[in-house]
T-cell receptor
Framework: DSGVTQTPKHLITATGQRVTLRCSPR?????VYWYQQSLDQGLQFLIH???????AKGNILERFSAQQFPDLHSELNLSSLELGDSALYFC?????????????FGPGTRLLVL | AQKITQTQPGMFVQEKEAVTLDCTYDTSDPSYGLFWYKQPSSGEMIFLIY??????QNATEGRYSLNFQKARKSANLVISASQLGDSAMYFCAMREVSGSARQLTFGSGTQLTVLP
């Protein structure tokens, strides 16, 4: 158990819908990263938040948005869903003060868009 | 731009034997970190081992060791005394240190199967 929690574990929805994925980082970790894992794209970085502020954006679609709240949990919002958005979505957190900045991953949310 | 290459889509190893999973990387940043993660069929990503670009010695963590050859830009994972529970997908990843970006760039992974 990495200490990072993600809900829900599984999500099945229809095209055009909107969903929210939730992540709670490990206690004390200020950084939250979101990644998408799909069969055709592999593991792709989406977005990074540090202590409530957006720090970096990767291959995140305009239909996707994220935020990190004062209690440090984060939410990833996916809207106007398409079949190709079906993937495993991970969040990860890294400890403050760790020179390695090792990222510890949550169990992931498996999204299926029908 | 960073790039991680894992050239072995699948590997087989006999139980109790050692296995090496290959990883090469490309970066212009002199300061970077290399990571290996394990993803069992259940899906979670488990951190295994870390190697910093300035580390003088190869990293080791229990049965995992990293064969780091900086000049060749390779960071191969060695698993000794393989166990059935080692069957999983293994990902090599890199993070540049000197820039502001902190995200990981992943390779395509190697599916390891341990045979009884």
């Amino acid at each position: 158990d990495s200490g990072v929690t993600q809900t829900p574990k599984h999500l099945i929805t229809a095209t055009g819908q909107r969903v929210t994925l939730r992540c709670s980082p490990r206690s004390g970790d200020l950084s939250v990263y979101w990644y998408q894992q799909s069969l055709d794209q592999g593991l792709q970085f989406l977005i990074h938040y540090y202590n409530g502020e957006e720090r970096a954006k990767g291959n995140i679609l305009e239909r996707f948005s994220a935020q990190q709240f004062p209690d440090l949990h984060s939410e990833l919002n996916l809207s106007s869903l398409e079949l190709g958005d079906s993937a495993l979505y991970f969040c990860a957190s890294s400890p403050r003060g760790d020179t390695k900045e090792t990222q510890y991953f949550g169990p992931g949310t498996r999204l299926l868009v029908l | 731009a960073q790039k991680i290459t894992q050239t072995q889509p699948g590997m087989f190893v006999q139980e109790k034997e050692a296995v090496t999973l290959d990883c090469t990387y490309d970066t212009s940043d002199p300061s970077y970190g290399l990571f290996w993660y394990k993803q069992p069929s259940s899906g979670e990503m488990i951190f295994l081992i870390y190697q910093g670009s300035y580390d003088q010695q190869n990293a080791t963590e229990g049965r995992y060791s990293l064969n780091f050859q900086k000049a060749r830009k390779s960071a191969n994972l060695v698993i000794s005394a393989s166990q059935l529970g080692d069957s999983a997908m293994y990902f090599c990843a890199m993070r540049e240190v000197s820039g502001s970006a902190r995200q990981l760039t992943f390779g395509s992974g190697t599916q390891l199967t341990v045979l009884p």
